[in-house]
């Protein structure tokens, strides 16, 4: 079975400092994607970025970039420039396949707080 | 704006009720997902529906149910609740069969359901 781990339940960072959120998964599937969202206390999840299972590069996305390294089976978010706004939970997910067709399973969260 | 909608915001009920939750995909999007977001086991993948057909199910209960109609809008019934049913539910919506991809999970701003 499919599994992502955060093992971070909290962290602190201060405004301006990057932070690095950290995700590990399991899969014996060699085609899968890993995704991560942002839910602010309004409680909407964002996409924030994605890393292909086959993708050479690590992917960006403005201030996100997401640190791959697969032999270790880790997808850790890094965050650069903190700012106050992203003071949220920060979700990893992995798509799964599913009698023919996908779904995303999550990981159970860090919760962010940046300080001024 | 992830132009998924997702309503009513807020719904408190009583044990025993039922109710129902809307949702309008991203035009031009054919699936939709159901998950439900709870403190105790975080987010869960509920159920996918394709073009008015379902396609995968997750962690649902028989208390619940989903359809979607030739409009594509989605409604997510859930019936002779209890207390513990009190949790978010969101709703994605993608614009091909599961294939959730890093342009295509989209996530509505979710319905707050309590159960009392």
């Known amino acids: 079975a499919q599994k992502i781990t955060q093992t971070q339940p909290g962290m602190f960072v201060q405004e301006k400092e990057a932070v690095t959120l950290d995700c590990t998964y399991d899969?014996?599937?060699?085609?899968?994607?890993l995704f991560w969202y942002k839910q602010p206390s309004s409680g909407e999840m964002i996409f924030l970025i994605y890393?292909?299972?086959?993708?050479?590069q690590n992917a960006t996305e403005g201030r996100y970039s997401l640190n791959f390294q697969k032999a270790r089976k880790s997808a850790n978010l890094v965050i650069s420039a903190s700012q106050l706004g992203d003071s949220a939970m920060y979700f990893c997910a992995m798509r799964e396949e599913v009698d023919s067709s996908y779904k995303l399973i999550f990981g159970s969260g860090t919760r962010l707080l940046v300080r001024p | 704006d992830s132009g998924v909608t997702q309503t009513p915001k807020h719904l408190i009920t009583a044990t025993g009720q039922r109710v129902t939750l809307r949702c309008s995909p991203r035009s031009g999007d054919l699936s939709v997902y159901w998950y439900q977001q709870s403190l105790d086991q975080g987010l869960q993948f509920l159920i996918q529906y394709y073009n008015g057909e379902e396609r995968a199910k997750g962690n649902i209960l028989e208390r619940f149910s989903a359809q979607q109609f030739p409009d594509l809008h989605s409604e997510l019934n859930l019936s002779s609740l209890e207390l513990g049913d009190s949790a978010l539910y969101f709703c994605?919506?993608?614009?091909?069969?599961?294939?959730?991809?890093?342009?295509?999970?989209?996530f509505g701003q979710g319905t707050r359901l309590t159960v009392v």
């Open positions: 994605a919506s993608s614009v091909v069969s599961g294939r959730l991809t890093n342009t295509e999970a989209f």
């Open positions: 890393q292909g299972s086959y993708d050479q």
């Open positions: 899969t014996s599937d060699p085609s899968y994607g």
